[in-house]
């Protein structure tokens, strides 16, 4: 009887083992990709309220969103460094509203869980200035001074 009782606590207890590493493994996002829904490489728009959006990364907990002007090689500024944590995939969030100004931009965004990150996927986009107007060439209007 001892003996039985042993053999079935020691599978129980392995079991519970089992499972509890399982539930602290967690997938390896290395190899996956977050796809930009907007703005896509070389929007432009003359909206300067931007949404930016991504689609959900299976397994993916949190994002980390950031946004350069002009780019993340040449960056003058770092506007957005934002992370966006989610404790289950129920309630994921994959968009993020910002207020920008005319110029040119970069975004990136990446996904990661508690043991891997995805690579950034990085999209360009340009705010056109719609504040000043065009200059006229009066030669190419056919007046003459």
Known sequence: ???????????????????????????????????????KDGTETAHQTILFAWEMVEHGRSYHIQVATPTFNNAQTLLVDSIMSFPDTIQVKTSLSYELFPGDFQWRVRSFNGSSTTPYTVAAFKIIDTATPPIIDEEEDGEEG
């Open 1 to 39: 009887m001892k003996k039985t009782l042993f053999i079935l606590l020691s599978v129980l207890l392995f079991s519970f083992t089992i499972n509890a590493c399982n539930e602290l493994i967690e997938e390896d996002l290395a190899d996956h990709e977050v796809n930009i829904v907007a703005p």
